[in-house]
């Protein structure tokens, strides 16, 4: 197996840069687009056999270094209770948002085995495919708490902090219902095969570093800790970091994903030696001509020269309107120009 990934992601030498792309299997791609034409989004996700094939197709296409599972970070957030629908132009919509005590109390921890089944199918079925790691995934507990108040997508997340102002325990409690659930989903993926799990924060830059420090940060603690206890390399994803990396630094993670808004040597800079850095490239620079695409290439590269371990990636997902031979450009420019022989 190609371990390069596993190793940047421990830190240790490596012969280049490893690379993938956050959202890396999608509607970019017409093999994709072929899959979704004939079922829905959430039956692609709930039926390993598809779910595994689209998986797979970014590793052939691009020739990245590592895997993703194909899946949604509002699965769980179903299986706890949530009536989830996604459509077309309004994006993901949660029936019954919660936003009492009642809603609190209704939501489950789920049992991955029980009420996710597919999930750890689809993760069996590529590990026997796959000639590179395995990434399981979830949403950060804050990041699924702004979906299970709003409701669904939102602009100024108005109830979640009105929440999180107005009754702070009922927040708390929620909190720490999401936060069990992310722990054991994560270790389901992780008995099923899945080589190093990523936590995704969406939406932490919308937060006051203050809010973030006391609030919200606790909870990611104590996810990295329980997840710390496998024998395998968590990451974790913070969009718009800048204004959080001295908070973010303790988080205890193997990986701190990182998005485009701040400079890697910078990011390098603050986050020190204890994690390996993922990141950092704007997915838009993926519409530049090649030239300027390898260019940013290199300067990410070269920025990341002074990081405990590098992975390269984009800053977020990759947008669906991006021309798949952008995407091999990339990956191409990182395999070359991350030579470290
Ligand atoms: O990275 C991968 O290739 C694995 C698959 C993956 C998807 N969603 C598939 C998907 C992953 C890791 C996610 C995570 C996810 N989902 C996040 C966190 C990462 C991020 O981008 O910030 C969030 C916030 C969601 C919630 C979500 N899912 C939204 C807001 C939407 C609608 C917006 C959109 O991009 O269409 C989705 C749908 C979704 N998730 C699609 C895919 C491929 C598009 C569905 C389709 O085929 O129509």
Known sequence: MNDTFLKACRGEKVDYTPVWLMRQAGRYMKEYQEVRAKVDFLTLCKTPELAAKVSLQPIDILDVDAAILFSDILIPVEAMGMPLAFHDKKGPILGDPVRTKAGVDRLVIPDTEDSMPFVLETIRILRQELKVPLIGFSGAPWTLATYIIEGGSS????????????????????????????????????????????????????????????????????????????????????????????????????????????????????????????????????????????????????????ARGHIFNLGHGILPETPVENAIAMVEAVHKYGRRD
């Open 155 to 306: 602009k100024n997340f108005l109830h979640t902090k009105k929440m999180m102002y107005q009754n702070p325990g009922l927040f708390k409690a929620l909190m720490e219902k999401i936060t069990a659930t992310v722990i054991e989903y994560l270790s389901a993926q992780i008995h099923a095969g899945a080589q190093a799990v990523q936590l995704f924060d969406s939406w932490a830059g919308i937060l006051a570093p203050y809010d973030y420090e006391k609030i919200i940060f606790p909870h990611v603690k104590s996810a990295v800790k329980a997840l710390k206890k496998f024998d395998v390399p968590v990451i974790y994803f913070v969009n718009d970091c800048a204004g959080l990396l001295k908070v973010v630094k303790k988080c205890g993670a193997d990986v701190i994903g990182i998005d485009w808004r701040v400079d890697m040597a910078k990011a390098a800079k603050m986050l020190g030696k204890n994690h390996s850095i993922q990141g950092n490239l704007d997915p838009c620079v993926l519409f530049a001509p090649k030239e300027h695409i390898e260019d940013r290439v290199k300067d990410i590269l070269f920025k990341a020269e002074t």
